[in-house]
């Protein structure tokens, strides 16, 4: 069974930066390299959004209001998604949410919160 612990979400200046992990328990190593990972958020009112994603192949998206701002990465010996978050901005704000995929298996996390605010 796969479970997701995301961590690292706090109240930050902006400007600020933030590391967000996710641990993923229950697949494999080879699991974890052969999933879909990605980090969506939420913020309130609002629907849940794409952050970036890591395909299995490597592919990396992201969500137009974080290009160059963002960088999503994956260890899959330890079996964890990151998301570096540089030069935060208020409308960053949210629930921060990983998401694993493969095949059949579409898992989410509880979710971090992200506040930025002076």
């Known amino acids: 069974q796969v479970q997701l612990v995301e961590s690292g979400g706090d109240l930050v200046q902006p400007g600020g930066s933030l590391r967000l992990s996710c641990a993923v328990s229950g697949p494999t190593v080879t699991g974890v390299s052969l999933a879909t990972m990605a980090w969506y958020r939420q913020a309130p009112g609002k629907q849940r959004e794409l952050v970036a994603r890591?395909?299995?192949?490597?592919?990396?998206d992201y969500g137009d209001p974080v290009k160059g701002r963002f960088a999503i990465s994956k260890d899959v010996r330890k079996k964890t998604l990151y998301l570096q978050m540089n030069n935060l901005k208020p409308e960053d704000t949210g629930v921060y949410y990983c998401?694993?995929?493969?095949?059949?298996?579409?898992?989410w996390g509880p979710g971090t919160q992200v506040t930025v605010s002076s």
């Open positions: 998401n694993f995929r493969i095949e059949e298996i579409d898992r």
């Open positions: 890591i395909s299995r192949a490597l592919k990396i």
